[in-house]
């Protein structure tokens, strides 16, 4: 089915695309906020690359330690918490400009297929977060013969 109804589309995607692209414009001409409503950013940014034997994550978490990270996998949801702290070696009142953000997070991404979660691996590297997800055995395709 053609249009609004047909499965799988998001109004809200393309008015958020368009507000991006209007906050783009006025930011091109230097006015930010106040003019503009605060933009959500959603942390942490994830790449999903899929195979015929597993997905790849990859989220991009600068500044995050190993220790303030948590991964779970519940079916084929993968939740990634941790937190972001800032460094305190220089106090607040000495910042001139301060963008960066800190604080916790949390992103919840549904995965393409059911997970083999005895076989997932995690390393992280130089900000980069890379989880292996092997497929399970259920979610692999299998070839039916076809008998006459």
């Known amino acids: 089915?053609?249009?609004?109804?047909r499965r799988g589309w998001d109004p809200f995607?393309?008015?958020?695309?368009?507000?991006?692209?209007i906050n783009d414009l006025f930011e091109s001409f230097g006015l930010g906020a106040p003019f503009l409503a605060e933009r959500k950013e959603t942390f942490p940014r994830?790449?999903?690359v899929t195979?015929?034997?597993?997905s790849i994550l990859y989220a991009e978490v600068p500044g995050v330690s190993l220790e303030d990270l948590d991964l779970q996998i519940v079916g084929t949801t993968l939740t990634l918490k941790g937190e972001r702290k800032?460094?305190?070696d220089v106090p607040v009142e000495r910042h001139y400009r301060r963008e960066r953000g800190y604080g916790s997070f949390g992103r919840t991404v549904q995965l393409p297929h059911k997970v083999d979660v005895d076989?997932?691996?995690?390393?992280?590297r130089n900000g980069l977060l890379r989880v292996t997800l092997p497929k399970a055995p259920?979610?692999?395709?299998?070839?039916?013969?076809v008998k006459t």
């Open 51 to 54: 195979s015929e034997d597993e």
């Open 1 to 5: 089915m053609a249009g609004p109804m």
């Open 13 to 21: 995607k393309e008015l958020r695309r368009l507000q991006e692209e």
């Open 119 to 124: 076989k997932v691996e995690a390393v992280l």
């Open 138 to 145: 259920e979610a692999k395709p299998h070839k039916v013969t």
């Open 86 to 88: 800032p460094k305190t």
């Open 46 to 48: 994830v790449n999903i």
